[in-house]
């Protein structure tokens, strides 16, 4: 996985008259579960993530390299062939959803002191800020939502409700971050996925696929 993401983020440090989509490949990422005893059955296969939960809950996560921390923007193509129950997204214990994506930032110097850590751990710091972007809920598209977990340090972006299908999508992570934050973004020192069943002991099956990673957004010169 080193190569591959060492790679992609050489791709995202290059700055031209175009945007340089950089791959990001799911081998080797590591399960954060948070049963000792239960946790979802992820596959992946390079730039493809397949997860199958029934009734459980986990999530894979990856630090990025220093050289990937200037992305700010994103695009991936995610499916579901089976769904969870719409939820509220900002209740804790009953926030099921399909497939989050988590964007992790906090300013280098703060990155660089907690280099080697875990992803709870990261989860935790005071300046950590965190985009989740969800398949899931029953809330409008777009909404910027405060998670029953993180505090001030998180807020949830509804992409899609809770349902089935397959859909495109593209990003501007400063722009939302602006949004959820008042602030521009930080380093993306992290990258999470999860998906998410226990709360409506349901099941579903979903893939993320193609996520790549952008210098640019839509704010860049303005």
């Not at 709870?120 to 800020?129: C, G, N, Y």
């Not at 999860?194 to 893939?207: F, I, K, P, V």
Request: proline fraction near 5%.
């Amino acid at each position: 996985m080193r190569a591959t993401i060492m790679a992609a983020a050489a791709a995202v440090c290059l700055a031209g008259a175009a945007p340089a989509w950089a791959p990001v490949s799911f081998d080797g990422w590591a399960e954060q579960r948070f049963s000792l005893f239960f946790g979802n059955e992820w596959r992946t296969r390079g730039t493809s993530l397949e997860v199958r939960a029934d009734g459980t809950v986990s999530m894979l996560w990856s630090a990025l390299p220093e050289a990937a921390w200037g992305a700010r923007a994103a695009s991936w193509r995610w499916s579901v062939a089976r769904s969870v129950p719409p939820t509220d997204l900002t209740r804790r214990g009953g926030d099921d959803r399909n497939l989050a994506l988590y964007f992790i930032f906090m300013p280098a110097e703060i990155a660089r002191a907690h280099r080697g850590k875990g992803i709870r751990a990261l989860l935790d710091v005071d300046e950590a800020r965190v985009l989740m972007y969800v398949w899931g809920g029953a809330h409008p598209r777009g909404a910027v939502l405060p998670t029953p977990y993180l505090g001030a340090r998180g807020r949830t972006v509804a992409l899609r409700p809770a349902g089935e299908g397959a859909f495109a999508e593209q990003v501007d992570l400063d722009a939302d971050h602006r949004r959820a934050f008042g602030a521009p973004a930080a380093s993306l020192v992290g990258l999470a996925v999860s998906a998410d069943a226990d709360d409506t002991d349901s099941a579903l099956r979903a893939r993320l696929e193609d996520l790549r990673l952008s210098p640019v957004s839509s704010l860049a010169g303005g």
